[in-house]
């Protein structure tokens, strides 16, 4: 069954909900609810991606996530920690996260491959051609889901190389990260080619920007969270370990709606 991986940003300028839950109490107490909806883990960032955002120095990013994965650890939620530091993610593992969610699949820090073989946790390895620009200068492709598959594919051998359970991996194609909506929509048609890498697979669609354009103008980042629900339902049905999502109670009927739909064929 595809997991539902609720986002929690405790940053001050993410993209869509930056600010709303920087304080350790408020993110707490939302992580708890997007649990209560079903949830199944949570992913705490403390820096945002966005094209431009400026980045945080680790010792902050750690003062932000860190209280957060320690509370919702006791809480007996399974966090993971989305970040692109090998320091962070050690210090989110001795607070008890069981995850390392990094968009740069170990290519922003030279020693995150070490951190991952030391704390034993899962690790996802997201495509990553650098750090997003508002240009997207480095979106180009001749075969988008050949191409990407084949880069994922080279950071997953660099990783079994350094010495990393190859159990301990989790793939993300990276929606949004160096791709346009044209890319996006092609990487989610060939999910299917990602999965035979022979590693679980996490699609993060939520509220990015590809999903306003098909909205057209006028319409706000909430507003995308029916698409994204969509797409959680098609890419549970094309066999996705988990998707990454704001807003999980829609996403949660998706997926609930699935599973209906294939136990009915089942019967």
């Known amino acids: 069954?595809?997991?539902?991986?609720?986002?929690?940003?405790?940053?001050?300028?993410?993209?869509?909900?930056?600010g709303l839950w920087l304080e350790p109490e408020a993110a707490v107490a939302h992580a708890l609810d997007l649990v209560a909806?079903?949830?199944?883990?949570?992913?705490?960032?403390?820096?945002?991606?966005?094209?431009?955002?400026?980045?945080?120095?680790?010792?902050?990013?750690?003062?932000?996530?860190?209280?957060?994965?320690?509370?919702?650890?006791?809480?007996?939620?399974?966090?993971s920690v989305d970040t692109l530091n090998a320091s962070t993610a050690r210090a989110a593992a001795d607070a008890g996260a069981a995850i390392i969610n990094d968009v740069s699949g170990g290519l922003a820090d030279a020693t995150m491959p070490d951190a991952v073989l030391d704390t034993g946790l899962q690790y996802?390895?997201?495509?990553?051609?650098g750090r997003l620009d508002a240009a997207d200068s480095r979106a180009v492709y001749t075969d988008t889901v050949r191409e990407v598959r084949s880069e994922l594919s080279a950071r997953v051998t660099s990783l079994l190389d350094h010495g990393i359970d190859p159990a301990k991996l989790i793939l993300d194609p990276g929606l949004g990260f160096s791709k346009n909506a044209h890319h996006n929509w092609q990487v989610l048609a060939g999910l299917h080619e990602f999965e035979t890498l022979g590693y679980p697979v996490l699609i993060g669609a939520s509220r990015k920007r590809f999903l306003g354009t098909l909205l057209g103008d006028g319409a706000t980042v909430e507003d995308r969270d029916a698409p994204t629900a969509v797409?959680?339902?098609?890419?549970?049905?094309?066999?996705?370990?988990?998707?990454?999502?704001?807003?999980?109670?829609?996403?949660?009927?998706?997926?609930?709606?699935v599973q209906a739909w294939q136990a009915g064929r089942d019967d």
């Open 231 to 257: 797409i959680s339902a098609l890419a549970a049905q094309a066999g996705a370990w988990a998707v990454r999502v704001h807003d999980v109670a829609s996403t949660r009927m998706a997926l609930d709606v």
């Open 37 to 79: 909806q079903g949830a199944d883990l949570i992913d705490v960032g403390g820096e945002s991606t966005r094209p431009g955002a400026l980045r945080v120095d680790p010792e902050e990013e750690r003062a932000r996530v860190v209280p957060v994965i320690r509370s919702l650890a006791e809480h007996g939620v399974t966090v």
């Open 1 to 18: 069954m595809t997991l539902i991986m609720g986002v929690l940003n405790v940053t001050p300028d993410s993209f869509s909900d930056g």
């Open 124 to 129: 996802v390895v997201m495509h990553w051609r």
